[in-house]
Structures are given as structure tokens and as C-alpha cells.
């Protein structure tokens, strides 16, 4: 029973801030690369953070460069992203992703949390 559980989200007016959490039950995130995902109604999931197992190495996508930051907590066995300075267009649903190394494509992790409700609206 290896899972993944996203936790986190809400409703947040435009410029505020959430921060996300993706934590592992059935397994150790040591030796894993997490990515952070979203997806809005009619478009595609896309990469929004990944990071390394050991967190030395970080990747962010352009939208969300300098507003999003990517860590992690090993002894903890979760994985955050903080998001600040939120826009309308954030608004998805986001999901983090475990796999043997950081990408930022869906098709290179193999373990998927259900997903959290990201809303920015004033």
C-alpha cells in the first residue's frame, strides 16, 4: 500500500499564499524525486516543481518561478510547496508525483497522490 496524500488546499483570494503538502505512507521518500503537478479543467496536467531525493537539485516552470518554492522533509516523509503570491490562473488541481528521478513530465513518476483543490478567486 504504497500512497501518496495531498493535503493543503483551499480558497485563497489573489497575492495570498497555500502551502501544500504531499506525504508517503507505505514507503520512504529517500531515495525518491517528487514532482508537483496541476491540472485545470480542459488542459493538460503540467510540471509545476520537481525536486531531487536529496533536495540539492530544484526545477520550477516559468509561470511560477520566484512565487513557488519546492522542499522537502525527509525525516518527515513529506514534501511541500509553498506558493505565494497566487494568481487566478494557479487555480487546478495539484498533485504530487514520486519516481526514481526528477523530471517534469507525468509520464516519469509511477506513484500519484489523489490531488488537492487549489482555488485563487477573489
Known amino acids: 500500500q504504497l500512497q501518496l496524500v495531498e493535503s493543503g488546499g483551499g480558497l485563497v483570494q489573489p497575492g495570498g499564499s497555500l502551502r501544500l503538502s504531499c506525504a508517503a505512507s507505505g514507503f520512504t521518500l529517500d531515495y525518491y524525486a517528487i514532482g508537483w503537478f496541476r491540472q485545470a479543467p480542459g488542459k493538460e496536467r503540467e510540471g509545476v516543481s520537481c525536486?531531487?531525493?536529496?533536495?540539492?537539485?530544484?526545477t520550477y516552470a516559468d509561470s511560477v518561478k520566484g512565487r513557488f518554492t519546492i522542499s522537502r522533509d525527509n525525516a518527515k516523509n513529506t514534501v511541500y510547496l509553498q506558493m505565494n503570491s497566487l494568481k487566478p490562473e494557479d487555480t487546478a488541481v495539484y498533485y504530487c508525483?514520486?519516481?526514481?528521478?526528477?523530471?517534469?513530465?507525468?509520464?516519469?513518476?509511477?506513484?500519484w497522490g489523489q490531488g488537492t483543490q487549489v482555488t485563487v478567486s477573489s
Open positions: 525536486i531531487s531525493s536529496s533536495g540539492g537539485g530544484t
Open positions: 508525483a514520486a519516481g526514481p528521478r526528477a523530471a517534469m513530465f507525468p509520464s516519469r513518476y509511477a506513484y
